[in-house]
């Protein structure tokens, strides 16, 4: 499913890539911890069953009208579209996604409005609003956009609302008679893509998101039940390394996982640059690469820049994919390149990943690896899991308040002011 | 055209953001050195017509073959791919871009490959083959995977080259008799993007190459004749602040940057990130944002985590789109975002970057912001060169190779030991 290595001797060395056992027992007293003051709502999300009822008494309700919806637009930015992104991206190839083309009205580009819209007939269009509040700029200015050009006042079935329980948003679904659905406050924007938020489009293209809470579930209780202690004994390295190793990168080999990348960055980022509980600055760096490409641009810096870095590669088990192939060819004043010759992409990019990996191990930088053996609902919902949890304990270890926000708060009263 | 600010109180208390005429000095030394030791070819390309020559020399003998072109793909990685995709995107919006499809086989992600080659016909396909030298394994696989599937042997007017003089492919190329392009040895790939590796495909593309080449002269010779010394101070900035500020944020507000910054991110860390003269490992680390989207990802690490970040933000003026609007309309319970109604979507995104500008200048962060006025082939030009000489008197500073990356290479060779 998800094979976790720790390969790098730098890990193995370093006495905090092998954490004591009581520092193991720390670390996990403060998730425990975290869960019993029911500081964050999420890990609630893989028990709670709500989503997946709404969602589908949602469907079944409205059997015929979603019949006929060829796009489905989501009008919401950050943690209200990126974890959906992500998992779309990643299992677009199983059969039963459905041929519905999935649209983002995001952020507040005219270019990027226009382009989005274009080619929209409201009569094969869902809308659905996805904000905590209802109050970000980009989301509100942009549902004001569609109520308008949509006249959806008069066609309500065409737009409807995820949104936090009694927020402004709910207040005003719910009184104007739109279909609205509730998320609970404790669940952060990173933190809720496994929320009505991800889980209901994902159930309207088609994806078994059973299994996709199931195996995150199994993964989170796996963890609970202390069989996945890499995952502490990472985040005790990232968080105590944290002067030495500023950023982390996470490398993708897969194009198909660049917007996993963008939900990584945002989870990373905003979860663990904070002013800590002794008013100190503390962050962690994420950036996310995508291989072989990125080998072609970020490489030579990592190998031979400042040793500021811990790489975690990202890689899909290829062996499936036996075509196409690189033909047996032979061209003139090409022949050192033959080495490859009949051998298929998928393990060429295959080792590729390895051979970048060991490269950059034979200069002592930090890495690991998480291979997926499949890309299905399954794989993708231990990922999530596994990422946000490792987000936790990092938080926890550096004792900040990873489920907040309030840096990005400034700028909206700045903006407020200068109109 | 391009309007540069350093507005941070940071950089102007900074006695290194206002360096003195004798540091401006020593550093504009460093470059005109460069260029009497010819260390590299690219600042030679703005005055070298060359390519456009050539480009036009081709064009005007296929012209009925180039008339029924309706694709082009693009075989290249790094380099050879990203200047183009950044240029492109920036200008497709213009009248003169012709109606044909660019797309690019760049890696060896199988996926990719297949969707990329979806639906293309030959007859109305041109494959232009970019690369150094060829060897690079990412381009000679796809080079060879297109021949065997599209038979090119036997339909060579399909099929370009655009090459270093004399490398394998220039030798294979010629021998074969397929159309050749020559580009000068010393002319990085991530440098190459004014010669004939994007002029000829931007001239195919319908663009006023000419003007492109013009302006990057023109900001060229303007550098050359000390009339944009703030370059200078801002490398000197970045250069010698480089333990205190080892990441460099580009913060592009627009969509269309998107190729940009990922073009920017090659540049500045393929070229900034060495083992410098005395055997020390240097860098500085760039990262690309996108706004308004990237607040609701990255903004709080940058306000609130630790500081070691620069921001560069690149703007357009927006001043001209003034369609779309946010409509005016109150929402019940949502009044409160209701002080940008009737505002332009640009005008609101125009206001966001300064929003969170002035928010990270607050923070006492070191920002800049590079104002576009308009995107066209000359505001493209400059930016592209400005970033380039940026890069250069950085890395003259820093006393390391700019224009090498021995680093890319320990992985070409573990791979083949591997196979």
Redesign the interface.
Known sequence: MLKFSHFNTNFLDNQLANPSSAALNKAFELITQEIAQKKTGYYDLVYNQQALLDSKAYMQENINFLSQIQTIVIIG???SS?GLKAIDSMLK?LPSRKNIKLKYL?????????ETLNKISLKHTLFITISKS?????T??L???V??KYRLFDHKKHLIFITDYYS??W??AK??NFECFGIDKNVGGRFSVLSTVGILPLCLLGYNTQELLDSARYFQNSFLAREQDHLLSKAIFFAKNKERY??NILFS????FKHFN?WY??LW??S????DAYGK???L?P?GLI???D???????????????TITFLSLN?AK?T??K??K?S????E??N???N????K??G??Q???M??IQ?EGIPTDHIEISELCEQSVGRLIIYFELLTSVVGAILNINTYN????E???I???E??
């Open positions: 930015i950050g943690g990126l190839h995001e952020h507040t580009d005219p270019i990027a409005i226009q209802g109050t970000t700029i980009e509100s200015s549902l004001k956009f109520i308008h402004p948003l207040h005003f009184e104007s500023p950023i080999y897969s194009n198909v963008a960055v945002q980022g905003e663990l640059g904070k002013i600055k503390v962050s760096t950036i291989g072989s490409i080998q072609h641009s970020f490489l030579q810096l990592i190998t031979q820049g400042i040793m500021d870095k290829q994919y075509k196409p690189i033909p060819i061209l003139p004043h090409l050192s390149t080495f490859v010759n051998t298929s992409f998928a060429l990019l080792m590729q390895l051979a970048t060991q490269t034979n926000q309030p840096g990005v400034f700028g909206k700045r903006l407020k200068m109109f």
